[in-house]
């Protein structure tokens, strides 16, 4: 019912706030009567901020056209590989028509990256797959709402989680030989998790693993989200914050924990920041300053676009990781694609190296939350596992912004190239002057 209240609001609002938009448009127009009322630049900035307050944010897009190697140009084609109900594996193919570029990215290092589950879109990484491409093939996994998904296509459980990862491992094993696998936030359990079955299996695992800022162990260094998943019960989550999808989306009767609750929550977490932030905003409208106003509307734009997720993957994941505690305590069972039960087994893992990010003031995931992994895959090598603490950081710092470009992706491309086999050899050899080509045709890597 609350979902469906919610939707009627939303439906009431949206005619407003697009008139509050076009609105602030005739305020700030010079060349309109409006627009040369000496109050036509606060009557604007007023407009324009209520129509960012009621508008329905979508889904963002990465927008990834071009990236620049070694001082050239390269294109960037964004595709996707495999689409799963739930989820889509989406590929940065790089273009190039220099010959000797094109032959250092087709030797470079392939690495999924696995997107978080947990609010946002996969496009809030986006600062992440941009500065990896410079180094790196590029997949990452883009995680479907939840209300758009028909209840047909079945439910989502964190073990499906489990092994899309698995299936996505093996796809770009199959196509490259191997791959590495980046982890941020909430799926550094279900990719160990992933990377352990395989291994108990006896099959080939990842290069490598990057865990950045991710509740391992959520019991170390408790942070308010791992507070409110432990004062509460499992069943005060699924009687307060799940509700069924509304008739007017695809997804029509599924049970979901909606993207606007996840918001309220977000925002609930710091609101005199967010406060603070609009003001500001409105002051910056003000005095003209495009560029602060600009960056407000791109972060507000990702950080209000939300997804559902899917009830049985949202309240097993409180329950495993948060509550229960399943992978630390050596507890977890995840049932494989053929419905049989495996032991998730970390110990296992031993040729896949390991390196974990945290960030130093991450209010998310707290000091030692992700460094447990160390603790629990005592099969790999002391050599092959590393840790990385980023001074200054907080947790957005370690994978987005100048931290995350300057201190944190140098030690993740050196780690990930000492740590690619036989792949590194063949990178090193790229490096080697080829040959002029006899045509300029553009090619892909």
Not at 154 to 160: A, C, P, R
Request: some cysteine; proline content about 5%.
């Amino acid at each position: 019912m609350l979902y469906q209240i919610y939707e009627n609001q939303r439906s009431v609002m949206e005619p407003f706030a697009d008139l509050a938009e076009i609105a602030a448009r005739l305020y700030s127009n010079p060349m309109l009567p409006m627009g040369q009322l000496p109050v036509s630049q606060r009557l604007s900035a007023a407009y324009d901020l209520m129509h960012r307050l009621g508008k329905d944010y979508v889904k963002p897009v990465f927008g990834i056209h071009s990236i620049a190697v070694e001082g050239k140009d390269i294109a960037i084609h964004e595709r996707i590989e495999i689409d799963k109900p739930f989820c889509e594996l989406r590929r940065f193919k790089r273009f190039t028509d220099d010959v000797d570029t094109l032959n250092t990215l087709k030797h470079q290092p392939v690495v999924l990256i696995v997107a978080p589950l947990s609010g946002h879109y996969a496009t809030l990484l986006r600062d992440t797959v941009r500065t990896m491409l410079q180094g790196h093939k590029v997949y990452i996994t883009d995680w479907k709402n939840a209300r758009l998904v028909p209840v047909s296509e079945g439910d989502f459980h964190l073990d499906d989680y489990v092994n899309y990862i698995q299936e996505f491992i093996r796809y770009l094993q199959g196509r490259y030989g191997n791959c590495h696998v980046m982890s941020v936030c909430q799926p550094t359990v279900p990719v160990l998790a992933a990377v352990s079955l395989m291994a108990s299996r006896g099959e080939t695992t990842p290069l490598s693993m990057t865990m950045m800022g991710g509740p391992i162990d959520a019991r170390k260094t408790p942070t308010a989200v791992n507070n409110m998943a432990t004062q509460r019960s499992l069943e005060w989550f699924e009687n307060n914050v799940i509700f069924r999808v509304p008739p007017n989306f695809p997804g029509s009767g599924r049970r979901v924990y909606p993207g606007f609750l996840q918001h309220t929550g977000f925002v609930a977490m710091n609101p005199d920041r967010h406060v603070s932030s609009h003001y500001d905003y409105f002051q910056n409208l003000i005095k003209g300053d495009d560029s602060s106003t600009e960056n407000h509307r791109q972060f507000y734009d990702e950080y209000n676009a939300v997804l559902d997720m899917d009830a049985n993957y949202y309240l097993e994941t409180i329950a495993t990781v948060f509550q229960d505690f399943k992978l630390v305590n050596d507890a977890w069972d995840v049932l494989n694609e053929q419905g049989e039960s495996e032991h998730v087994s970390p110990q296992d893992i031993r040729s896949t190296a390991l390196l974990t990010v945290e960030g130093e003031l991450d209010d998310i995931s707290g000091s030692g939350q992700t460094a447990a992994a160390h603790e629990l895959c005592t099969g790999i090598p002391k050599a092959k596992r590393q840790h990385y603490e980023v001074e200054g950081a907080g947790h957005y710092g370690i994978f987005s912004g100048r931290r995350w470009r300057d201190m944190v992706y140098p030690v993740v491309k050196a780690f990930i190239l000492a740590n690619n086999g036989q792949q590194a050899v063949a990178q090193k050899a790229a490096s080697t002057p080829a040959a002029p080509a006899k045509t300029a045709r553009r090619r892909s890597a």
